[in-house]
């Protein structure tokens, strides 16, 4: 085969690869359910309820399992019953760093009225349970850490950057959610609304 003919065939495998992922993606798009991907929006740093407002009917929180800090299982409708933060974050990542002590300030002020739940995405390469855990001692956050090793939490809620922080009503409905790192008034302002 001659040069010219070569880079015809890999255009044209390039170009089918593309069709391709295009064809699988819009089929896994229709199987997932509404009730499993949230919507997460900011403006200007702040907390939004424009989603909140748009739908009438409450979302119920996705369940999942992940992993605490001694190696049990955690599942999240265990711990309905009081207001709910939810951030998704691991320790390579710059955004999380920089809002987790802000979190662990407001946890040590109101973490006997509101749950948190801080989960490291760990994918075994990049961030493993170790990593995440070694992070969280050296920095001497207070604040419970749960390991998300199969994904669950993160698939449940369509997390496609960290941080993300979902805030949940005691009864378990998502309330609002914020994408992207934040501060502590940006913070204090979501725990106001689940409050």
Not at 58 to 75: E, I, Q, S
Not at 168 to 180: A, E, H, L, R
Request: some cysteine.
């Amino acid at each position: 085969m001659n040069k010219k003919t070569k880079t015809i065939i890999l255009i044209a495998a390039f170009a089918l690869f593309v069709v391709l992922a295009a064809c699988v993606y819009n089929i896994l798009s229709q199987r997932v359910s509404p009730q499993n991907n949230i919507d997460i929006s900011q403006k200007n740093g702040q907390v939004s309820q424009d989603n909140q407002e748009q739908v009438t009917e409450k979302m119920k929180a996705p369940d999942f399992t992940v992993l605490d800090a001694a190696g049990n299982n955690v599942k999240l409708s265990e711990l309905f019953g009081k207001p709910i933060v939810l951030n998704f974050w691991a320790s390579w990542c710059p955004p999380c760093k920089s809002e987790m002590p802000e979190f662990n300030k407001v946890y040590e002020e109101v973490g006997q009225d509101i749950t948190f739940i801080m989960i490291d995405l760990v994918d075994g390469q990049r961030e493993t349970q170790e990593k995440g855990a070694q992070y969280v001692k050296d920095e001497d956050f207070s604040f419970p850490v749960y390991f998300d090793t199969k994904q669950d939490a993160a698939d449940k809620y369509g997390i496609a950057s960290i941080p993300t922080t979902i805030f949940i009503d005691k009864d378990g409905y998502i309330v609002t959610g914020v994408q992207g790192g934040i501060d502590e008034k940006t913070l204090q302002k979501g725990i106001d609304l689940i409050r």
